[in-house]
Protein backbone atom coordinates (compact mmCIF):
# COMPACT_ATOMS: atom_id res chain seq x y z
CA UNK A 1 0.00 0.00 0.00
CA UNK A 2 0.92 3.41 -0.79
CA UNK A 3 2.86 5.22 2.06
CA UNK A 4 0.30 8.60 1.32
CA UNK A 5 -2.12 6.27 3.58
CA UNK A 6 -0.93 8.39 6.55
CA UNK A 7 -2.32 11.54 5.53
CA UNK A 8 -5.50 9.02 3.92
CA UNK A 9 -7.74 9.77 6.55
CA UNK A 10 -10.65 7.12 5.03
CA UNK A 11 -7.79 4.64 4.84
CA UNK A 12 -6.48 5.23 8.30
CA UNK A 13 -10.22 4.90 9.43
CA UNK A 14 -10.65 1.89 7.87
CA UNK A 15 -7.31 0.37 9.37
CA UNK A 16 -7.48 1.75 13.10
CA UNK A 17 -10.75 0.00 13.63
CA UNK A 18 -10.59 0.79 17.52
CA UNK A 19 -9.02 4.08 17.04
CA UNK A 20 -5.75 4.06 18.58
CA UNK A 21 -4.50 6.90 16.97
CA UNK A 22 -7.43 8.86 17.90
CA UNK A 23 -6.33 7.83 21.95
CA UNK A 24 -2.77 8.95 21.58
CA UNK A 25 -3.97 11.95 19.61
CA UNK A 26 -5.91 13.02 22.84
CA UNK A 27 -2.95 12.53 25.16
CA UNK A 28 -3.41 15.64 26.57
CA UNK A 29 -6.92 15.10 27.60
CA UNK A 30 -5.62 12.16 29.39
CA UNK A 31 -2.88 14.02 31.17
CA UNK A 32 -5.27 16.82 32.42
CA UNK A 33 -7.97 14.56 33.58
CA UNK A 34 -5.23 12.47 35.69
CA UNK A 35 -3.60 15.82 37.14
CA UNK A 36 -7.93 15.71 38.40
CA UNK A 37 -8.23 12.36 39.59
CA UNK A 38 -4.73 12.72 41.60
CA UNK A 39 -6.17 15.77 42.88
CA UNK A 40 -9.32 14.00 44.09
CA UNK A 41 -8.31 11.42 45.76
CA UNK A 42 -8.29 10.77 49.41
CA UNK A 43 -4.52 9.65 50.49
CA UNK A 44 -4.29 12.39 53.46
CA UNK A 45 -3.76 9.58 55.74
CA UNK A 46 -0.87 9.03 53.96
CA UNK A 47 1.11 12.06 53.99
CA UNK A 48 1.86 11.87 57.42
CA UNK A 49 3.65 8.49 56.91
CA UNK A 50 7.49 8.11 56.44
CA UNK A 51 8.04 5.10 54.55
CA UNK A 52 11.20 3.43 54.36
CA UNK A 53 10.60 2.48 50.74
CA UNK A 54 8.52 2.72 47.08
CA UNK A 55 7.49 -0.60 45.21
CA UNK A 56 5.84 0.01 42.77
CA UNK A 57 3.82 -3.36 41.03
CA UNK A 58 3.12 -3.52 37.46
CA UNK A 59 3.26 -5.09 34.18
CA UNK A 60 3.39 -4.35 30.30
CA UNK A 61 2.04 -0.44 29.75
CA UNK A 62 0.42 -0.49 33.46
CA UNK A 63 4.59 -1.32 34.56
CA UNK A 64 5.89 1.58 32.49
CA UNK A 65 4.34 3.76 35.43
CA UNK A 66 7.07 1.92 37.61
CA UNK A 67 10.11 2.66 35.14
CA UNK A 68 9.27 6.43 34.46
CA UNK A 69 8.58 6.88 38.28
CA UNK A 70 11.74 5.73 39.01
CA UNK A 71 13.81 7.35 36.54
CA UNK A 72 12.16 10.31 37.85
CA UNK A 73 12.55 10.62 41.26
CA UNK A 74 16.29 8.94 41.53
CA UNK A 75 17.49 12.55 42.65
CA UNK A 76 14.14 13.80 44.47
CA UNK A 77 13.92 11.01 47.09
CA UNK A 78 16.11 9.67 50.09
CA UNK A 79 14.04 6.47 49.96
CA UNK A 80 14.72 3.61 47.38
CA UNK A 81 12.30 3.15 44.46
CA UNK A 82 11.59 -0.60 43.22
CA UNK A 83 9.46 -1.63 40.67
CA UNK A 84 8.29 -5.27 41.02
CA UNK A 85 7.70 -6.92 37.41
CA UNK A 86 6.64 -10.30 38.45
CA UNK A 87 4.35 -12.72 40.81
CA UNK A 88 7.25 -12.45 43.75
CA UNK A 89 8.38 -9.39 45.48
CA UNK A 90 11.59 -9.15 47.28
CA UNK A 91 11.96 -9.83 50.61
CA UNK A 92 13.28 -6.01 51.33
CA UNK A 93 10.16 -4.90 50.78
CA UNK A 94 8.16 -5.15 53.87
CA UNK A 95 6.06 -3.05 56.60
CA UNK A 96 7.28 0.46 56.42
CA UNK A 97 7.10 0.55 52.58
CA UNK A 98 4.34 1.40 50.30
CA UNK A 99 3.32 -0.52 47.19
CA UNK A 100 1.33 1.39 44.64
CA UNK A 101 -0.07 -1.91 42.64
CA UNK A 102 -1.05 -0.12 39.11
CA UNK A 103 -2.81 -2.51 36.85
CA UNK A 104 -5.13 -0.59 33.71
CA UNK A 105 -7.79 -3.49 33.89
CA UNK A 106 -6.93 -4.31 37.38
CA UNK A 107 -6.90 -8.14 36.87
CA UNK A 108 -3.17 -8.44 36.15
CA UNK A 109 -2.28 -11.59 37.46
CA UNK A 110 1.04 -11.02 38.50
CA UNK A 111 0.09 -7.46 40.39
CA UNK A 112 -2.40 -9.44 42.30
CA UNK A 113 0.02 -11.84 43.38
CA UNK A 114 2.47 -9.26 44.55
CA UNK A 115 -0.53 -7.32 46.32
CA UNK A 116 -1.45 -10.55 48.29
CA UNK A 117 2.07 -10.54 49.37
CA UNK A 118 2.66 -7.07 49.78
CA UNK A 119 -1.06 -7.03 52.34
CA UNK A 120 0.46 -10.46 54.24
CA UNK A 121 3.93 -8.32 54.98
CA UNK A 122 2.06 -5.09 56.55
CA UNK A 123 2.79 -2.68 53.51
CA UNK A 124 0.64 0.02 53.00
CA UNK A 125 -0.79 -0.01 49.63
CA UNK A 126 -2.09 2.47 47.31
CA UNK A 127 -4.21 0.91 44.25
CA UNK A 128 -4.71 2.62 40.72
CA UNK A 129 -6.78 1.06 37.87
CA UNK A 130 -10.25 1.02 35.96
CA UNK A 131 -11.57 -1.51 38.15
CA UNK A 132 -11.24 -5.46 38.36
CA UNK A 133 -9.94 -7.29 41.17
CA UNK A 134 -7.75 -4.69 42.56
CA UNK A 135 -10.63 -2.18 43.41
CA UNK A 136 -12.15 -5.30 44.96
CA UNK A 137 -9.40 -5.30 47.10
CA UNK A 138 -8.87 -1.72 47.85
CA UNK A 139 -12.53 -1.57 49.21
CA UNK A 140 -12.13 -4.58 51.37
CA UNK A 141 -8.98 -3.61 53.00
CA UNK A 142 -10.44 0.04 52.99
CA UNK A 143 -6.96 1.55 50.89
CA UNK A 144 -6.80 4.43 48.37
CA UNK A 145 -8.15 3.40 45.01
CA UNK A 146 -7.39 5.92 42.11
CA UNK A 147 -9.91 4.91 39.44
CA UNK A 148 -8.80 5.83 35.99
CA UNK A 149 -11.14 5.72 33.11
CA UNK A 150 -11.82 1.79 31.37
CA UNK A 151 -12.16 1.32 27.69
CA UNK A 152 -8.71 1.35 26.51
CA UNK A 153 -5.60 -0.84 25.84
CA UNK A 154 -3.21 -0.29 29.24
CA UNK A 155 -0.49 1.31 26.87
CA UNK A 156 -3.01 4.16 25.40
CA UNK A 157 -3.61 4.77 28.94
CA UNK A 158 -0.32 5.73 30.08
CA UNK A 159 -1.31 9.50 30.99
CA UNK A 160 -4.22 8.32 33.02
CA UNK A 161 -1.95 5.52 34.80
CA UNK A 162 1.58 7.42 35.20
CA UNK A 163 0.48 11.16 35.70
CA UNK A 164 -2.25 10.41 38.56
CA UNK A 165 0.20 7.84 39.80
CA UNK A 166 3.16 10.18 40.14
CA UNK A 167 1.14 13.61 40.92
CA UNK A 168 -0.23 11.00 43.94
CA UNK A 169 3.19 9.79 45.22
CA UNK A 170 4.07 14.12 45.06
CA UNK A 171 1.48 14.66 47.21
CA UNK A 172 2.05 12.57 49.88
CA UNK A 173 5.72 13.49 50.13
CA UNK A 174 7.67 11.35 48.49
CA UNK A 175 9.15 13.51 46.26
CA UNK A 176 8.26 17.28 45.31
CA UNK A 177 7.33 18.18 41.47
CA UNK A 178 6.39 21.66 40.87
CA UNK A 179 3.56 23.76 39.24
CA UNK A 180 6.24 24.91 36.79
CA UNK A 181 7.35 21.62 35.85
CA UNK A 182 3.25 19.90 35.50
CA UNK A 183 2.59 23.14 33.45
CA UNK A 184 5.90 22.80 31.57
CA UNK A 185 5.25 19.29 30.23
CA UNK A 186 1.42 19.71 29.25
CA UNK A 187 1.95 22.91 27.62
CA UNK A 188 4.68 21.10 25.23
CA UNK A 189 1.92 17.81 24.71
CA UNK A 190 -0.65 20.31 24.09
CA UNK A 191 1.63 22.08 21.18
CA UNK A 192 3.53 18.37 19.79
CA UNK A 193 -0.49 17.25 19.87
CA UNK A 194 -1.49 19.65 17.45
CA UNK A 195 1.96 19.14 15.08
CA UNK A 196 1.28 14.99 15.40
CA UNK A 197 -2.56 14.65 14.66
CA UNK A 198 -3.64 12.97 11.35
CA UNK A 199 -4.66 16.34 9.67
CA UNK A 200 -1.02 17.41 9.45
CA UNK A 201 0.21 16.22 6.21
CA UNK A 202 3.51 14.15 6.24
CA UNK A 203 5.95 16.88 5.07
CA UNK A 204 5.09 18.95 8.50
CA UNK A 205 4.49 16.45 10.95
CA UNK A 206 7.51 14.67 12.53
CA UNK A 207 5.95 11.73 13.96
CA UNK A 208 4.92 10.32 10.44
CA UNK A 209 8.14 11.21 9.22
CA UNK A 210 9.63 9.38 11.68
CA UNK A 211 7.55 6.46 10.94
CA UNK A 212 8.40 6.17 7.09
CA UNK A 213 12.09 6.28 8.63
CA UNK A 214 11.45 3.46 10.90
CA UNK A 215 9.92 1.18 8.13
CA UNK A 216 11.19 -1.83 7.11
CA UNK A 217 14.28 -1.49 9.52
CA UNK A 218 14.60 -2.97 12.85
CA UNK A 219 14.35 -0.39 15.45
CA UNK A 220 16.89 0.09 18.05
CA UNK A 221 16.57 2.56 20.37
CA UNK A 222 19.62 4.06 22.60
CA UNK A 223 18.69 6.04 25.51
CA UNK A 224 20.60 7.51 28.69
CA UNK A 225 20.58 6.05 32.19
CA UNK A 226 17.71 7.65 33.71
CA UNK A 227 14.54 8.51 32.17
CA UNK A 228 15.39 8.45 28.75
CA UNK A 229 16.46 4.59 29.15
CA UNK A 230 12.83 4.10 30.12
CA UNK A 231 11.58 6.31 27.61
CA UNK A 232 13.59 4.40 25.08
CA UNK A 233 12.14 0.77 26.31
CA UNK A 234 8.67 2.39 25.95
CA UNK A 235 9.59 2.85 22.56
CA UNK A 236 10.57 -0.20 22.00
CA UNK A 237 7.13 -1.89 23.80
CA UNK A 238 4.81 0.59 21.55
CA UNK A 239 6.50 -0.54 18.74
CA UNK A 240 6.40 -4.24 19.81
CA UNK A 241 2.76 -3.44 20.30
CA UNK A 242 1.51 -0.72 18.03
CA UNK A 243 3.57 -1.43 14.56
CA UNK A 244 3.56 -5.61 15.82
CA UNK A 245 7.48 -5.19 14.80
CA UNK A 246 10.50 -6.31 16.32
CA UNK A 247 12.52 -3.41 18.45
CA UNK A 248 15.37 -3.32 20.79
CA UNK A 249 16.53 -0.82 23.37
CA UNK A 250 19.47 0.00 25.36
CA UNK A 251 21.68 2.77 27.76
CA UNK A 252 24.43 4.76 27.79
CA UNK A 253 27.07 4.14 29.00
CA UNK A 254 26.58 0.45 30.00
CA UNK A 255 26.07 -0.35 26.10
CA UNK A 256 29.39 1.22 25.45
CA UNK A 257 31.07 -1.91 27.52
CA UNK A 258 29.60 -4.68 24.95
CA UNK A 259 27.05 -3.95 22.70
CA UNK A 260 29.02 -1.39 20.78
CA UNK A 261 31.25 -4.05 19.67
CA UNK A 262 28.54 -6.49 19.04
CA UNK A 263 27.95 -4.41 15.48
CA UNK A 264 30.96 -5.60 13.97
CA UNK A 265 30.07 -8.70 12.52
CA UNK A 266 27.48 -9.70 9.98
CA UNK A 267 26.95 -6.38 8.40
CA UNK A 268 23.90 -7.70 6.04
CA UNK A 269 21.97 -9.13 9.04
CA UNK A 270 23.20 -5.32 10.50
CA UNK A 271 22.47 -2.96 8.09
CA UNK A 272 18.95 -3.76 8.05
CA UNK A 273 18.91 -2.30 11.55
CA UNK A 274 17.95 1.36 12.30
CA UNK A 275 19.74 3.19 14.89
CA UNK A 276 17.74 5.91 17.27
CA UNK A 277 19.32 7.88 19.40
CA UNK A 278 17.82 10.55 21.90
CA UNK A 279 19.66 14.00 22.22
CA UNK A 280 19.68 15.88 25.28
CA UNK A 281 21.31 19.36 24.84
CA UNK A 282 21.64 18.93 29.10
CA UNK A 283 23.83 15.64 28.62
CA UNK A 284 27.21 15.97 30.19
CA UNK A 285 30.25 15.99 28.01
CA UNK A 286 31.02 12.73 29.12
CA UNK A 287 27.74 11.53 27.51
CA UNK A 288 27.90 13.50 24.40
CA UNK A 289 30.93 12.13 23.76
CA UNK A 290 29.88 8.59 24.64
CA UNK A 291 26.98 9.42 21.95
CA UNK A 292 29.38 11.48 19.12
CA UNK A 293 32.48 8.32 19.19
CA UNK A 294 29.66 5.54 19.36
CA UNK A 295 27.56 7.09 16.66
CA UNK A 296 31.10 7.24 14.58
CA UNK A 297 31.84 3.49 14.93
CA UNK A 298 28.94 1.85 14.74
CA UNK A 299 26.70 3.66 11.80
CA UNK A 300 28.40 2.07 8.70
CA UNK A 301 27.26 -1.72 10.20
CA UNK A 302 23.56 -0.15 10.52
CA UNK A 303 21.10 0.80 8.18
CA UNK A 304 20.56 4.39 9.37
CA UNK A 305 21.08 6.73 12.08
CA UNK A 306 17.41 8.90 13.37
CA UNK A 307 18.47 11.37 16.36
CA UNK A 308 15.99 12.69 18.77
CA UNK A 309 16.71 16.18 19.85
CA UNK A 310 14.58 15.82 23.50
CA UNK A 311 13.23 19.34 24.64
CA UNK A 312 12.36 20.78 27.69
CA UNK A 313 13.76 22.33 30.68
CA UNK A 314 12.36 19.92 33.31
CA UNK A 315 13.35 16.02 33.39
CA UNK A 316 9.63 16.04 33.31
CA UNK A 317 9.03 17.48 30.09
CA UNK A 318 11.63 15.71 28.49
CA UNK A 319 10.50 12.00 29.56
CA UNK A 320 6.89 12.64 28.34
CA UNK A 321 7.51 14.90 25.23
CA UNK A 322 10.30 12.01 24.29
CA UNK A 323 7.91 9.16 24.89
CA UNK A 324 5.31 11.17 23.18
CA UNK A 325 6.76 11.38 19.98
CA UNK A 326 6.93 7.58 19.83
CA UNK A 327 3.36 6.43 20.64
CA UNK A 328 2.53 8.75 17.84
CA UNK A 329 5.09 7.42 15.81
CA UNK A 330 4.46 3.50 16.93
CA UNK A 331 0.64 3.97 15.79
CA UNK A 332 1.89 5.65 12.02
CA UNK A 333 4.66 2.93 11.63
CA UNK A 334 1.12 0.65 12.01
CA UNK A 335 -0.74 1.82 9.60
CA UNK A 336 2.06 1.77 6.93
CA UNK A 337 2.25 -2.09 7.84
CA UNK A 338 -1.08 -1.91 7.23
CA UNK A 339 -2.13 -2.92 10.87
CA UNK A 340 -4.38 -2.11 13.04
CA UNK A 341 -2.71 -0.82 16.14
CA UNK A 342 -5.10 -1.82 18.55
CA UNK A 343 -5.53 -5.87 19.39
CA UNK A 344 -2.40 -7.36 20.78
CA UNK A 345 -3.66 -11.40 19.88
CA UNK A 346 -0.73 -13.15 20.70
CA UNK A 347 -0.87 -11.64 24.11
CA UNK A 348 -4.58 -13.05 23.86
CA UNK A 349 -3.60 -16.60 23.33
CA UNK A 350 -0.87 -16.61 26.24
CA UNK A 351 -3.24 -15.55 28.69
CA UNK A 352 -5.97 -18.17 27.56
CA UNK A 353 -3.27 -20.64 27.76
CA UNK A 354 -2.65 -19.11 31.26
CA UNK A 355 -6.37 -19.40 32.63
CA UNK A 356 -6.29 -23.26 31.92
CA UNK A 357 -3.91 -23.78 34.23
CA UNK A 358 -6.53 -21.79 37.42
Not at 22 to 41: P, R, T, W, Y
Not at 100 to 111: H, I, P
Not at 278 to 304: E, Q, Y
Not at 322 to 346: F, I, K, Q
Amino acid sequence: MNNNILDDLEKIKNLDKQDMLGVEENFMSQLAEAKKIAESADYKNLASLKFKGLAVLGMGGSGFSGDIIKSLTADRTQIPVEVVKGYEMPAYIAKGWLAVAVSYSGDTEETIACVKQALQRGCEIVFVSSGGKLKEIAAANDKCHLQVPAGFQPRGASGYLFFSTYLMLSSIGIFKVSEAEIDETMEIIKRDAALYNRMQSTQSNPAKKLALELKDKMPVIYGVNGFLSAVAYRWKCEINENAKCPAFFSEFPELNHNETVGWQNIRDISREFILVIFRDPDASARIKTRIDTTVKIISNNLGGVIEINVRGRSSLAKAVSTMYLGDMASVYLALLYCVDPTPVERISVLKAELAKLD
